[in-house]
């Protein structure tokens, strides 16, 4: 069973940067496609940027390309998303997920991932 735990967050100033991480227990995380979500209050859960087992693949929402970067580094167990000129509208929770059948496709929606950590607060402040 993989569990996941984000870290990272915290209050940044527009303009600013972070970066987080998303350490995996269990000894499948190199197989496994990965993710980030955001969720903002009163808002619905979005995606973010996902990343395939190799870190060869890469996919992002149209509202973070260019700005955030998604990697992962398998021998550490872990998935990071850096995040650069950020703004308010970037303020949320962030969530990391996986999708814990081996090799799979990446993917963009959250129902095709079935393990989720237990988020991050990202706060941008103007």
């Known amino acids: 069973q993989v569990q996941l735990l984000e870290s990272g967050g915290g209050l940044v100033q527009t303009g600013g940067s972070l970066r987080l991480s998303c350490a995996a227990s269990g000894r499948t995380f190199s197989s496994l496609t990965m993710a980030w979500f955001r969720q903002a209050p009163g808002k619905e859960r979005e995606s973010v940027a996902t990343?395939?087992?190799?870190?060869?693949?890469?996919a992002y929402a149209d509202s973070v390309k260019g700005r955030f970067t998604i990697s992962r580094d398998n021998a550490k167990n872990t998935v990071y998303l850096q995040m650069n000129s950020l703004n308010t509208e970037d303020t949320a929770v962030y969530y990391c997920?996986?999708?814990?059948?081996?090799?799979?496709?990446?993917?963009?929606?959250?129902?095709?991932?079935?393990?989720w950590g237990q988020g991050t607060q990202v706060t941008v402040s103007s």
């Open positions: 990343i395939n087992w190799s870190g060869e693949s890469t």
């Open positions: 997920a996986a999708h814990t059948t081996p090799w799979g496709p990446i993917q963009l929606i959250p129902r095709g991932y079935d393990t």
